[in-house]
């Protein structure tokens, strides 16, 4: 279905890709793997025939027995094959959805646009409900994994012989990730071809059945999953103590709501407090409201009642805060392309913060960023360029350096490791275990379990915007006593795809 041969992708004088030799066949899954900035969205991109402003293709990529890429480059042939041949998911679907239309009206013109689906069925194979109230809302009313949902619904929607998914699990909680497994499954036992690009490995062992191994823009391994991926290790556990001193966050009674009139309720009596040095993991199914409370945290979501304080003292929302409340709690986004302006070098937005938010210098700033980004796997050469230019996963570290920079008494990160290999994620976790022994709260959302126990100390369970079980984590999460925590804890190990 999908074949690549000596594909190359240069930017100047840089090469992106070098020679990388691929096959995606008919009902089978594929999965490309590499450290973030190794080319994997490089690659997707060439075999839709589109790359990066100022990339250029060769090489040889045939999808259906059409040439996209050639010697030449890209062949007037690849504008015919979007939609009802090839598609493609991005890494943070969110910028891709149109936030002025609702989403059932998007998927039922696409439907209708290529017929070859139903709206019924591609929200159902995306795991979202079937609900009249759900496709009436616009992107902005759901949260990051529902988000993801709805933009491979649109996705399905074309009918496509071939897909590609780029992480396609970020953002989805355990159980929506078993769901999602099984619906791609099913799609590829049906016919279609699946291209995956994930760090999540349990993901790619339970679906994939072929893996190839990027690295510096090169195939170095190729084979089954068993054969590429390296042996499972869970994280080292990092200062997941509780520190015992007085709260300095206090959230109490918090009720937030999406649309006018207290409609559209999203957190209900939430209550839940943090000590410095403390991490408190917030887990939950996605659209649980665990967004929306990291959201009035950082001031972001003004339709609240409640609680929400600081050292015993009520936080305004995010436009009326001084410099030193804003300071003092930061937030990193889930989706962090959209918080970085694509005009301007990455460095100099990270920088800007300890300007800003401290006072520091300017030089001093960006001498204060490139050494935290080096530290954090994002050389200083990467740093100076544009977002565009960034891996996700580049870019999800350099929206935590941002915050950092701050020196924040409160750090809330929502999913700040899903665009990461393990290397990258361990040099994270290593700095947020530094910040903790200096004293800094955080608020880890996630939905990795595995990260869960090697960073945070206590959990709080969401589930329709209320706690359901809160407490030290390895008592919730070695004996759970929800039925919401147990879902999350079984459906962690997805069983792995049986051979064809």
């Not at 497994?181 to 699946?194: N, R, S, V, W």
């Not at 290790?233 to 997941?240: G, K, L, M, N």
């Not at 509780?242 to 207290?262: H, M, Q």
């Not at 079984?490 to 069983?495: F, K």
């Amino acid at each position: 279905m999908i074949e690549v041969r000596g594909l190359t992708a240069r930017a100047g004088a840089s090469d992106l890709l070098r020679g990388v030799d691929l096959d995606v066949r008919a009902g089978g899954v594929t999965a490309l793997v590499g450290p973030s900035g190794s080319g994997k969205t490089t690659t997707a991109l060439a075999l839709l025939g589109e790359s990066a402003p100022g990339v250029e293709l060769s090489g040889t990529v045939r999808v259906a027995g059409v040439r996209v890429v050639d010697e030449r480059g890209v062949t007037r042939e690849a504008a015919g094959l979007h939609g009802g041949t090839i598609a493609y998911l991005p890494q943070h679907p969110g910028s891709a959805l149109n936030p002025a239309r609702r989403t059932g009206a998007v998927i039922k013109e696409l439907a209708r646009l290529h017929g070859n689906s139903t709206v019924t069925e591609a929200v159902r194979r995306a795991q979202l409900p079937v609900d009249r109230s759900v496709l009436r809302r616009f992107p902005h009313q759901f949260s990051g994994g529902q988000r993801q949902r709805i933009a491979l619904a649109q996705v399905l929607a074309c009918g496509p012989r071939a897909l590609i998914l780029d992480e396609p699990s970020t953002g989805l909680d355990t159980v929506t990730r078993l769901g999602l497994i099984q619906e791609l499954t099913a799609l590829a036992d049906d016919g279609m071809a699946l291209l995956l690009l994930s760090h999540d490995h349990d993901l790619v062992r339970a679906l994939a059945d072929h893996v190839a191994l990027l690295d510096g823009g090169r195939v170095t391994r190729q084979g089954p999953p068993q054969d590429v991926l390296p042996a499972v290790a869970a994280p080292a556990v990092r200062a997941a103590r509780v520190s015992g001193e007085p709260a300095r966050l206090r959230v109490r009674d918090l009720t937030a709501w999406l649309r006018p009139g207290g409609r559209g309720t999203v957190l209900d009596g939430i209550s839940l407090s943090l000590s410095p040095g403390d991490c408190l993991a917030v887990a939950g199914p996605s659209g649980s409201g665990k967004t929306t409370l990291a959201r009035c945290i950082a001031g972001l979501h003004e339709r609240r009642r409640g609680h929400v304080l600081l050292d015993g003292t009520a936080l305004p929302p995010l436009r009326r805060r001084d410099r030193t409340h804003k300071r003092r709690v930061q937030y990193v986004w889930q989706e962090v392309r959209g918080s970085f302006d694509e005009r301007r070098p990455v460095l100099d937005q990270v920088a800007r913060t300890a300007v800003r938010l401290r006072g520091t210098l300017p030089a001093e700033a960006a001498a204060e960023a490139a050494a935290l980004l080096t530290r954090l796997g994002v050389s200083e050469t990467t740093a100076r360029r544009r977002p565009a230019a960034l891996s996700g996963g580049e870019l999800q570290r350099a929206a935590f350096a941002r915050a950092v920079l701050a020196r924040p008494d409160i750090l809330v990160c929502d999913e700040i490791t899903t665009a990461l290999d393990d290397t990258a994620t361990d040099l994270v976790l290593t700095h947020v275990a530094r910040l903790r022994a200096e004293g800094t709260s955080i608020l880890w959302i996630g939905h990795d379990l595995t990260l869960v126990r090697a960073v945070a100390g206590r959990i709080a369970v969401l589930d329709g915007g209320r706690v359901v079980e809160q407490g030290d984590l390895g008592d919730v999460l070695d004996a759970p006593e929800s039925e919401t925590t147990r879902l999350l804890i079984q459906a962690a190990r997805p069983p792995r795809r049986s051979a064809t």
